[in-house]
């Protein structure tokens, strides 16, 4: 016997038939652990199938295909690879804006300006503005 919450989570699966944990813990309002304590009886039940692990846990009916499972490893690999693109971006413009204010500090110059200089060296030594940026760095470091 179901409760309500069990059968909310049925008609979300039927919905969406690959759903990760945490859109229902969004769409059913609840935390991870009482989510947690939902499914068990579901899945030993054999009436839910989870794939995944720990904060990538995907639930969908029990009757689905495995190599549907696979275009969701796909996606995840690729929004990993994307994760690891944006820090090493995100990574890169705090090295450059630490660059930028040794700039400003040592030539009174405004932010545009001495992004500009970053700019034009890294053009001139064709090298990124994060090796350029590094450099500036490295020399006024103390």
Do not use: W
């Not at 990760?20 to 939902?38: C, M, P, T, W, Y």
Request: aromatic share 6%.
């Amino acid at each position: 016997m179901l409760n309500s919450r069990q059968e909310e989570i049925i008609n979300i699966l039927r919905e969406y038939p690959y759903t990760f944990s945490r859109q229902l813990v969004e769409r059913l309002g609840i935390s991870r652990a009482r989510l947690n304590q939902l499914m068990i009886p579901l899945i030993k039940n054999n009436m839910v199938k989870m794939e995944g692990h720990a904060r990538a846990t995907c639930y969908s009916l029990a009757k689905q295909k495995k190599a549907n499972f696979r275009v969701l490893e796909l996606e995840n690999a690729k929004l990993k690879k994307q994760v690891k693109e944006l820090q090493r971006q995100l990574e890169d413009r705090k090295i450059i804006e630490r660059a930028k204010e040794i700039l400003m500090a040592q030539f009174d110059i405004r932010p545009t300006e001495a992004y500009r200089k970053l700019q034009e060296q890294s053009m001139s030594r064709r090298k990124s503005m994060r090796q350029v940026a590094e450099s500036i760095l490295g020399a006024y470091e103390v």
